[in-house]
């Protein structure tokens, strides 16, 4: 950020006009004040060399005028942009009057500033400046103001993000990372799976050449927690990992639903479309394309997130009616298991930017995802918005030291919304290398409602397991809606905070209605009897 900056104020520099505003000649001699004024004209007709060497002359007489010391630091504004000299006038000038008059004053204080991670400074700079440009303004002072509008922006933002760092300590989970990079991290709802992405060679054991410089494609990688630690990760098994380029998953709280995409050349391009594998008969099923309504053959569809009962797909497209390069999309499942139409998420949510790698959260309205074109410490940064209340809010940035200047891509957050997991490099002691499968406690603003999964079964009077759907209403717009495996299982996700409504209905049975909170949960089996 600050190089990108330095180029950035050179280039405002380079634009700033003369200007030949005093304010304490009056001071000095009639000699004196002839020179200052040669020193001007020079300064106006691009003669900065011998400008400054009558102004420095003019400085070691009147150590406490501010207009040379002001003069001075435009020249080193104009000559090469000389920034050791524009860092040495220009807070002299404030020093020897805080109220001087010519707003460029107060603005290259605020450069300063700004360069400095002084926003707070910055910001009553910038505020200084534009009150005396909205006064007495000049042609020179507008030449700067959309310049000088930009920085209070930012200024104002970095300064609150700096006043308001989050705890922010992550641990390595070591037993998932290695000296290659690991990414997308993905952590079932009832944190039995971990499933990622990590480069891994494909060059054969038995050869003489060597492959350290061969491309190491993506793989997909599976490890089980057992008792306090997960295993050691193993490549995902068929269908996955069959040399089409694979991204990141996502399952439903029932893990028998994994959602992912894969890129695949059609008529000379590669084209990202989102792929379903069901887990059945202990294995995971041939992968399906999500079809028509989500992937198009010319766009890319990636990085899904399906929410916990499996009726909500949020991915990530250049499709086109978005806002920007990359939106977020979402659609919802058709009673037949089709999917319908994609609903851009609109401008609560997306920019002219690009928005990438969302999440949604087990609470079904809490949406975590990355983006470039929103307020951001440098690339793309990881944001959090409530679906339900976008009509009051726009997204909230993770803040300081959680997102940083480099990209901050992707984000999952546990069901009780404490825990928190992300891929990225980490400077802690317990470092693997690269990027690492890091685990945090999110701090309590930035969390979601909080949820408890509950597992359980459905079955008929006489014990036999019953297919059915298992309505949960804890106050969101949409009521989540899930459907038990054909043993009758179920995985649901009820609200900590609030009261939840659950209704269980199969056909040919008699619905049941039950208040449920996790100090009053559900019995582990459902019994619905006959009509």
Known sequence: MRQLLLLFLLLCAVATPAVAQTSHSGTMSDADQKTFQRAIQDYQKGRYIP???????????????????????????????????????????????????DPLAHYYMGLIH???????????DFTRYFQLANTNGTPESDATYMEASNYLYWSRFLAEAYHNIAPFHPRVITSLSSSEDETMPFFSLDGTLCIFLRPTSTASRASFHSH?????????????????????????PAPFNQGDPEGGVTLTADNRELYYPVIR?????????????????????????????????????????????????????????GLGGTDIWRSRRNPD???????????????????????????????????NGWQSFGGYDLFFID???????????????????????????SPDGIKAHLAAPTDSADRIGG?????????????????????????????????????????????????????????????????????????????????????????????????
């Open 265 to 321: 050349r059609f008529r000379g391009y590669n084209n990202s479309d989102i792929y379903l594998s069901t887990f059945d008969s202990n294995r995971w099923q041939p992968i399906r394309n999500l079809g028509d309504s989500v992937n198009r053959p010319d766009t890319w569809e990636s990085q899904p997130s399906i929410s916990p009962d499996g009726q909500w797909l949020y991915f990530a497209s250049n499709r086109p009616g």
């Open 387 to 413: 679906l339900d209340r976008t009509d009051l809010a726009i997204p909230a940035n993770l803040g300081l030291p959680i997102n940083t200047e480099s990209d901050d891509i992707t984000l999952s957050v």
């Open 337 to 371: 298991g089709s999917w319908g139409t994609p609903v851009n998420l609109g401008s609560a949510v997306n920019s002219p930017g690009n928005e990438r790698c969302p999440f949604i959260h087990a609470d079904g309205h809490t949406l975590y995802f990355s983006s």
């Open 114 to 124: 700004y360069t400095d991670n002084q926003f707070d400074q910055a910001v009553d």
């Open 435 to 531: 990027s690492d499968i890091l685990q945090f406690n999110l701090y309590p603003a930035a969390r979601p409602e909080p949820m408890h999964l509950i597992k359980g079964r459905v079955t008929s009077n006489g014990g036999t397991p019953l297919p059915a759907t298992i309505t949960v209403n804890h106050g969101t717009t949409h009521p989540a809606i899930y459907r038990t495996a054909p043993d009758g299982t179920y995985t649901i996700l009820i609200s900590k905070s609030k009261n939840n409504t659950v209704t269980i209905s199969a056909p040919g049975h008699k619905t049941r209605t039950l208040p449920c909170t996790p100090s009053n949960p559900l019995p582990s089996t459902l019994v619905l009897s006959p009509q």
């Open 51 to 101: 400008s400054a060497k009558q102004l420095r002359i003019l400085a070691a007489r009147h150590p406490s005028n501010p207009d040379i010391q002001f003069f001075l630091g435009l020249n080193a504004v104009k000559h090469n942009f000389n920034v050791a000299g524009i860092r040495r006038y220009f807070p002299q000038v404030l020093r020897l009057d805080p109220n001087y008059p």
């Open 212 to 236: 350290e410089l061969d491309p190491k494609p993506l793989k997909l990688y599976l490890s089980t927690h057992q008792d306090t630690l997960f295993s050691p990760p193993t490549l995902l």
